[in-house]
């Protein structure tokens, strides 16, 4: 069966700090890969999404993410993180049929000042 | 347009009640979803449905139930009313192409007394 886990329940970084929060997946083939942000009290936003090609993709709010078809990890980093990316991430994977859709415990975080 | 709307935003049941959960989006989606998510815990499947006329169970179906008689609504069930039905229920809905990022209400905050 697939599963989504992040490794990291709650990570704390400076503002202004890098940010890597891990992702790895368990399936068969390549699946599509998601990290939605969640803020307090708010439903999920898509942050970025792989499906194809370039293993380094873009998303919203200068946030990126890197596959790993090796290592089955989707890592999303930020190079310089502010304070309202205080938020709860989520990753994600679609086998590809639109109904087998995976969501990794999610990690939280907090950036201090 | 609204995207995907829930109503109630809160709910406080008391054992054995009923409730039903609405649901809508004015995207014309084919694909909605419905998630329960406790701490810790991510986001756990429901049920879903892959257009009108068509459900069928996720993960966690026990306690609930759903139909789908429009594109647009997709409402979700309680009959009777447990406290571990305690949590915070999103509704999601996607489109029938790839890749099928998922697009979420703001959730409803139901609480079993």
């Known amino acids: 069966a697939q599963s989504v886990t992040q490794p990291d329940i709650h990570i704390t970084v400076s503002e202004g700090a890098s940010l890597e929060l891990r992702c790895n997946y368990s399936y068969g083939a390549t699946p599509y890969l998601f990290w939605y942000v969640q803020s307090p009290g708010q439903g999920l936003q898509l942050l970025l999404k792989?499906?194809?090609?370039?293993?380094l993709v873009q998303g919203i709010k200068g946030f990126e993410a890197e596959f790993k078809r090796s290592q089955s990890s989707f890592n999303l980093r930020k190079p310089s993180v502010h304070w309202s990316d205080a938020a709860e991430y989520f990753c994600a994977v679609d086998a590809g049929t639109g109904n087998q859709f995976y969501f990794g415990t999610g990690t939280s975080l907090t950036v201090i000042p | 347009n609204a995207g995907v709307t829930q109503t109630p935003k809160f709910r406080i049941l008391k054992i054995g009640q009923s409730m039903t959960l609405q649901c809508t989006q004015d995207m014309n989606h084919n694909y909605m979803y419905w998630y329960r998510q406790d701490p810790g815990m991510g986001l756990k499947l429901i049920y879903y449905s892959v257009g009108a006329g068509i459900t069928d169970k996720g993960e966690v179906p026990n306690g609930y139930n759903v139909s789908r008689s429009t594109t647009e609504d997709f409402p979700l069930r309680l009959e009777l009313a447990a406290p571990s039905q305690t949590s915070v229920y999103f509704c999601?809905?996607?489109?029938?192409?790839?890749?099928?990022?998922?697009?979420f209400g703001p959730g409803t905050r139901l609480t079993v007394t």
């Open positions: 792989y499906f194809s090609g370039d293993t």
């Open positions: 999601a809905s996607t489109s029938r192409w790839v890749p099928y990022e998922q697009y």
